[in-house]
């Protein structure tokens, strides 16, 4: 409760919950469970685990379209993306990517989905796969630095952090091409773009 500061609920959810978002709508809440291969569904008005979706191999992190009929679901373990159905709350689709994918963010139109694909210790990975919305395939695969973890969209550009390379990497969505990296600080996980922000 952020008037008290203090915690009023605890959900129940899958395996190891790990990445979530909020639907565009707010009405609920999708958390990866990475250890059981599912999405748990929590209505956000009664704090209740609503449904448990199935996905696939080490789901990681969530992404709505902004109008909340599909979310997307990063599948570390398969090099892929999981495409789900909000109104059925089923598996439509599965969209081969890099690998090891993270972070998944679509564009304000809904017609892209870009995903980090972060790779692993012992195969790391420096790319970065574009989703079309309307096809469910892999329009283009960007090189960015050492593992792209954290992805942020504004309508002029996707940002990208770069875990291992301490960097940032904005890309141009027009031309889907890094046009600057930022060297940042260690480790840089999550991003967020704040719309409306001064320069």
């Given at each position: 409760?952020?008037?008290?500061?203090?915690?009023?609920?605890?959900?129940?959810?899958?395996?190891?919950?790990?990445?979530?978002?909020?639907?565009?709508?707010?009405?609920?809440?999708?958390?990866?469970?990475?250890?059981?291969?599912?999405?748990?569904?929590?209505?956000?008005?009664t704090l209740t685990e609503v449904a448990r979706i199935?996905?696939?191999?080490?789901?990681?992190?969530?992404?709505?379209?902004?109008?909340?009929?599909?979310?997307?679901?990063?599948?570390?373990?398969?090099?892929?993306?999981?495409?789900?159905?909000?109104?059925?709350?089923?598996?439509?689709?599965?969209?081969?990517?890099?690998?090891?994918?993270?972070?998944?963010?679509?564009?304000?139109?809904?017609?892209?989905?870009?995903?980090?694909?972060?790779?692993?210790?012992?195969?790391?990975?420096?790319?970065?796969?574009?989703?079309?919305?309307?096809?469910?395939?892999?329009?283009?695969?960007?090189?960015?630095?050492?593992?792209?973890?954290?992805?942020?969209?504004?309508?002029?550009?996707?940002?990208?952090?770069?875990?291992?390379?301490?960097?940032?990497?904005?890309?141009?969505?027009?031309?889907?091409?890094?046009?600057?990296?930022?060297?940042?600080?260690?480790?840089?996980?999550?991003?967020?773009?704040?719309?409306?922000?001064?320069d």
């Amino acid at each position: 409760d952020l008037a008290s500061y203090e915690v009023v609920g605890t959900v129940t959810t899958g395996v190891y919950p790990h990445g979530q978002r909020v639907s565009p709508q707010g009405s609920e809440l999708y958390v990866a469970n990475v250890e059981d291969g599912s999405v748990s569904v929590i209505d956000t008005g009664t704090l209740t685990e609503v449904a448990r979706i199935p996905v696939g191999s080490a789901p990681v992190q969530v992404g709505f379209l902004p109008d909340g009929s599909r979310a997307y679901v990063s599948l570390r373990a398969e090099d892929a993306v999981a495409v789900i159905d909000t109104a059925s709350r089923a598996v439509v689709a599965k969209v081969a990517v890099g690998n090891g994918p993270v972070q998944v963010h679509a564009t304000p139109d809904g017609r892209s989905v870009y995903v980090a694909n972060e790779g692993f210790e012992d195969e790391p990975s420096d790319t970065v796969s574009v989703i079309d919305t309307a096809t469910n395939g892999v329009v283009a695969t960007i090189t960015v630095e050492d593992g792209p973890h954290g992805v942020s969209v504004s309508d002029e550009a996707v940002f990208v952090t770069n875990i291992r390379a301490d960097s940032l990497s904005i890309i141009d969505p027009d031309t889907q091409s890094v046009t600057a990296t930022v060297p940042v600080g260690d480790g840089p996980n999550g991003i967020v773009y704040i719309s409306g922000a001064s320069d």
